[in-house]
């Protein structure tokens, strides 16, 4: 009997993290590319958009200029501005560049999490496979299998909320502060107090 449990135990782990890394992987990848394309079109509209504006020599195109061109250009506004406008306009650029530079560790950090995600339940689920060749000796250790699955349990399950967390724009679970007061005054002052709430926010 006891050798029976540990078996499904071990399978439903198994199936259980495979169905994660495929599921909160799948969701990852659609936040990378998802920061790339918000990256490439900040590059393509903002920053060279400034540049086209500012520094841009006779005959360039900005379009074509590399991007690390755009933000050296950019950067050369902040340090040395020609014109009162450039000057005026420092804070925004140093606003843009900044934007650039989260873009980067928001990928990197995303690329990290995920690496780290896939490869805790990669070693959970080999672990997994591993026991089947000890189904005998962990039935003999029940006490001891029940608290390494609780814990594997509790440590996959810390890991999934917080890649959910990271990838909470991708799955719009960001909840807007205006939502949630319209949703309190549709609750308890009526229709009417919140539609004016809304039309305030």
């Known amino acids: 009997m006891r050798e029976q449990a540990v078996l499904y135990a071990l399978s439903t782990i198994a199936q259980t993290c ?12 659609y936040r990378i590319q998802t920061v790339r394309a918000e990256q490439a079109l900040h590059r ?19 379009a074509l200029l590399p991007t690390n061109e755009v933000c050296d250009r950019m950067q050369d506004v902040i340090s040395h ?3 009162s406008a450039e000057t005026d306009e420092q804070s925004r650029f140093q606003a843009e560049l ?15 999490m995920l690496t780290y995600f896939g490869g805790l339940n990669l ?14 000796l962990l039935a003999c250790w029940w006490r001891t299998f029940i608290g ?3 814990a594997v349990t509790l440590l996959t399950v810390l890991t999934s909320l ?3 967390l ?36």
């Open 18 to 29: 495979a169905a994660l890394v495929a599921f909160i992987g799948a969701l990852g990848l």
């Open 44 to 62: 393509a509209t903002t920053m060279r958009g400034l540049v086209a504006r500012y520094r841009i020599n006779p005959g360039e195109d900005a």
């Open 81 to 83: 501005p020609r014109t």
């Open 98 to 112: 900044d934007k650039e530079n989260s873009y980067d560790q928001d990928f990197l950090r995303g690329a990290r």
């Open 123 to 136: 070693l959970v689920i080999l672990l997994s496979l591993g026991g089947f060749s000890a189904v005998p």
């Open 148 to 150: 390494l699955l609780w």
């Open 162 to 164: 917080l890649m959910l």
């Open 166 to 201: 990271e990838m909470r724009d991708s799955l719009a679970l960001r909840l807007r502060p205006w939502r949630l007061g319209r949703w309190v005054l549709q609750h308890l002052e009526g229709a009417p107090r919140a539609k004016a709430y809304e039309r305030k926010a």
